[in-house]
């Protein structure tokens, strides 16, 4: 379908409208391809009218000129159980040059589930009158799965929040740089942000949202703070939420949990950059026998462009802490709530302890015991439970499961307009999902599995322009050991290919420790770098873009092998081995091979 223009009057309305519908399961979506081209084409957009709301719910708009290409669109429908129908709207103020059109529409997972002849097993519901079986994950998650509201019924309204009348009993971190915001409709700035809350789907339900327009700057936090809970009985807790990251400067969403009131708790959950225009829901497993606390944080990119949304939060298999009895109080300098019962004439506080752990130590998660910071994120696990590594670059990575180990891509430094944005940047990929003419210069397969279906990492060269450079980023690294090396696989084909680094961060200083740079053939090429011993710096992977889209760079497999810092036994060494000065042993064949290999030197010194 395409708009033909016939006459040069002021306000022309285009107008396509769909059949009704009468409703949609929770996981619906909507896609069409569209063409919008031309000097003066104008703006689209496609309301949504739902029967008894007077006010229309926008879902996706188009406001200029998007060159002469088809693109598709993928709006998330999710659960509307009124009866429903789109309009596809476009207006003419007047003046219109160009060509408007719309193809290939599509809707995917919109039918409730289907009724089950039994549903047996205790991770499985069986919905009272739609007679679906359904996860058990997704009973009282404030989403109607079931079609007939059962999987919702007889929930502890204490343990959910959809924000659509207030709060509820969670609490805004009074030691952060600002506050989210609760808000109906699209956020005040175009181009980042939900247009539509999650409970609802329309734009009369409300959700919270963080605002990263000015005052706000780059790394600013807000911070929500759960009520106090613990799993009931020997189970485990889950905290389900869905989360909305769209925007070309969105930075960092994490979820933290915390058993003391003075820490920020041990990171359970992060994502970092553009998610797309849409609601993801996300399901946290929390183990812990002590009472503890939720903090979901946000950061501000650097820019505008950076609004994140949060809606339907809910627990499952928890219980709050002194909830039957006692409200929440309002938290105070950043310390949880006292909650006292008064018995026999006197008040028993029921708080999270503080521990006794220094800002320069880290708590570990599993026990009161106190390390020095040095040890986290050193690739030797210092606590019981090995919590000090948990938020760290994993040692393997090989992006399967489209899993990153913690490497992320930082957000630009400098106030960068959204016309200066780099759209050159790292995602994953895999040989089965090449665009035609792709498969002459992309991995066809990872190195991983062999198989098209295994994932790698790679820097689209269709994006962007030549000199554009994308980095990919390890979390700080405390410490390493003399041996430590990074060992990856890289795939550089084609004949515009630009270039691969691998740089070393240590404060404000970057160093270069490997580059490789035009067509190495199509296949996967090992490569290998020595670290040595390094403190509190950052791994990063930088790729360049060529003079064209022919060629782009991939990495799999990144190992960080022997990083281990020195450990110094009791145990005497043996005659194969040779003492340091601080007491390490190292096999004799290490000395005097130019490697630093005792951390003092004393391996390398001229007197042996």
Known sequence: ??????????????????????????????????????????????????????????????????????????????????????SLDKISLGFYEGISAIDDIRFENCALPPPALSCEGPNHFWCRHTKACIDRLLVCDLVDDCGDGSDEDSCNPNLQCNFENGLCNWEQDVEDDFDWIRIQGPTPTVNTGPLKDHTAGTARGHYLYLESSEPRQFLDKAVLLSPLFSPSGKGTCVFRFHYHMFGKEIYKLSVFQRTVSNTKGWMLWYKFGNQENRWIRQTLFMSSSKPSQILVKGNVGDGFTGDIGLDDMSFLGCTLYNGAQHSFCSFYKGNLPTISTTTSGTSVPATLPMNNCTEKEFACRASDRCIQMIQKCDFGPDCSGKSDESACVMEVCDFEDKDLCGWHQPALSGNCSIHTTNPFKWQLGRGANLYPKQEQHCPLTDHTTCTEEGWYLFADSSNGEFGHTADIVTPVISLTGPRCKIIFWNHMNGSTIGSLEVLCKSSNRTSKLWTQS???????????????????????????????????????????????????????????????????????????????????????????
Not at 27 to 38: P, R
Not at 521 to 545: D, T, Y
């Open 518 to 608: 035009s067509s190495q053939g199509p296949q996967w090429n090992r490569a290998e770098v020595f670290l040595g011993i390094r403190s509190n710096f950052q791994v990063i992977f930088r790729a360049k873009h060529g003079v064209s889209y022919v060629g782009d760079v991939a990495v799999d497999d990144i190992t960080f092998e022997d990083c281990s810092p020195l450990l110094i036994s009791d145990k005497p060494c043996t005659s194969e081995e040779f003492m340091c000065a601080n007491k390490y042993c190292i096999p004799k064949n290490n000395l005097c091979d130019f490697v630093n290999d005792c951390a003092d030197n004393s391996d390398e010194s001229p007197s042996i």
């Open 1 to 86: 379908m395409f708009i033909l223009k016939s006459s040069s009057s002021i306000s022309q309305i285009a107008r396509l409208r769909s059949p009704k519908f009468r409703q949609t399961g929770s996981n619906c979506t909507l896609s069409f391809w569209y063409y919008n081209y031309g000097q003066s084409v104008g703006a689209a957009e496609l309301p949504l009218l739902v029967d008894g709301l007077k006010e229309p719910t926008v879902l996706c708009r188009t406001y200029y000129n998007e060159g002469d290409q088809w693109l598709k669109a993928v709006i998330q429908l999710g659960r509307l159980p009124c009866p429903f129908q789109f």
